[in-house]
């Protein structure tokens, strides 16, 4: 697995991880800068490649919580790579509503 991937899939075991105790996940975009500083930036409206290119990240990465799903999305040059989770509660709900 590429490093790219690896930090799409660390961040929404992070954000998994900050679910099961019970804190809400705001929205939160994280961009790398070319000097690899981290930048971040919460509840944006901008497309993640819009706003990685008006930043000129070298990467950008996006966590949402959609009901109860964990999604994460990342961008690299060229690459886009999106995970998402369920929570067990939301899946409980869809299996007992």
Do not use: K
Request: proline share 2%; aromatic share 4%; charged share 20%.
């Amino acid at each position: 697995m590429s490093l790219f991937a690896e930090h799409v899939q660390q961040l929404l075991e992070t954000a998994q991880s900050a679910a099961s105790v019970g804190e809400t996940c705001s929205e939160m975009t994280i961009l790398i800068g070319q000097d690899n500083g981290i930048y971040m930036i919460a509840a944006s409206d901008w497309p993640l490649d819009s706003l990685a290119l008006d930043r000129g990240a070298r990467a950008a990465y996006r966590i949402t919580d959609l009901n109860g799903s964990i999604r994460v999305e990342g961008r690299e040059g060229s690459r886009h790579c999106v995970m998402e989770a369920t929570s067990p509660a939301r899946i409980a709900r869809m299996l007992l509503g």
